[in-house]
């Protein structure tokens, strides 16, 4: 079991090291800086399943590194949840087919909403509809799954987060995000004390 584990773990560092690197994320950037910190709107990020669960880990990472962004799951969008978008947002779309159902209906009606809203696509399908209708689109490289039977989101999920921490820290490079303000957002718990003491050391020195 152990050998198992040990291909498991090489296989997704490999993964890692394979997603392509291009001018897309910083492209992706400056349109979320654009909208989010001068236009004023927010991030709005979607996915269906397990990559909805990486969408909302990317939103919330977001919102408490200086970027206010949202989580809305594609389903509830058809139900009212959708009145949660406005005009200046800018939405980030997972889906590694490409093809998720929901998410070409969030596209959708969004649009009809608010038509020309920006449109990131993080997917392993380049040829996709949701990556030709995208503004922006980063590949993940479209790693094989190292489930068992190829099916189940474990390496492809792993792309995905770790594409949406290059994102959010290219983002706090820009907006120079600063210890004094993650305490601003994070009050509580270790994280909060630790934020709070080293704003304090930056600005004793």
Not at 8 to 19: D, G, Q, R
Not at 108 to 114: N, Q, V
Not at 132 to 151: M, Q, R, S, Y
């Amino acid at each position: 079991m152990e050998e198992l584990i040990r291909k498991v773990i090489l296989s997704e560092s490999e993964a890692i090291k394979n997603i392509p690197v291009s001018p897309a994320f910083s492209d992706a950037i400056e349109i979320i800086f654009k909208h989010v910190h001068e236009k004023k709107g927010k991030l709005v990020a979607s996915g269906m399943g397990k990559a909805g669960q990486i969408a909302e880990n990317i939103a919330t990472t977001f919102s408490s590194t200086g970027t206010p962004a949202v989580f809305l799951h594609p389903s509830d969008s058809q139900h009212g949840d959708l009145g949660v978008v406005q005009e200046n947002d800018v939405l980030l779309l997972i889906s590694n087919s490409g093809k998720t159902r929901e998410i070409i209906e969030l596209v959708s009606l969004s649009g009809e909403l608010y038509p020309g809203l920006p449109l990131i696509v993080i997917s392993g399908n380049p040829e996709s509809e949701l990556a030709k209708n995208a503004d922006v689109f980063i590949f993940t490289g479209n790693p094989a799954e190292v489930c068992p039977l190829g099916l189940t989101p474990t390496t492809s999920t792993t792309a995905m987060t770790v594409i949406g921490d290059a994102l959010v820290v290219g983002m706090m490079t820009k907006i120079g995000f600063t210890s004094r303000d993650y305490a601003k957002r994070h009050h509580g718990g270790y994280l909060g004390d630790k934020s709070r003491s080293q704003a304090g050391t930056e600005f004793s020195k």
